[in-house]
């Protein structure tokens, strides 16, 4: 169980460093922690978030889900991105998507979370396929 776990933070931090790496509005100031303590602090981050409080915000959006036909799914991926991006800021690990959580919030920040959760589940989910073994 806890080399699952290992295996996951570790999976999405190189989902994580994807999206810093492809994205331009997307930066990770390492500082003196170090990127890959960085991004391993940002995917257990990320992990915790998708582990536990993901499936409590789709079961809560469930009807709106139904309403939207699953689009609402989105707007949940992007605030679980902003809240990593919030969380790993406030515990000293600089991640800045389009320059927020130090700048001002607008829709270049919308647009570029939902990059974010978009790149991020693409090779998370290429990840763990190569992990898992099941291609």
């Not at 602090?41 to 009807?63: C, D, E, H, Q, R």
């Amino acid at each position: 169980m806890l080399g699952r776990w290992i295996i996951k933070v570790i999976v999405n931090a190189l989902a994580i460093g994807a999206a810093v790496w492809i994205l331009p509005q997307v930066e990770l100031n390492a500082g003196p922690n170090g990127l890959v303590v960085s991004l391993l602090v940002l995917g257990l981050i990320f992990g915790l978030i998708n582990t536990y409080l993901k499936p409590i915000l789709k079961a809560l959006s469930f009807p709106i889900s139904l309403l939207t036909l699953g689009l609402f799914g989105i707007v949940v991926n992007i605030v679980l991105v902003l809240l990593m991006a919030a969380l790993g800021n406030n515990i000293g690990v600089d991640l800045q998507i389009a320059g927020w959580p130090k700048g001002a919030f607008g829709t270049d920040v919308i647009l570029w979370a939902f990059l974010t959760s978009l790149v991020t589940g693409i090779v998370g989910s290429l990840l763990g396929m190569f992990v898992n073994g099941d291609r």
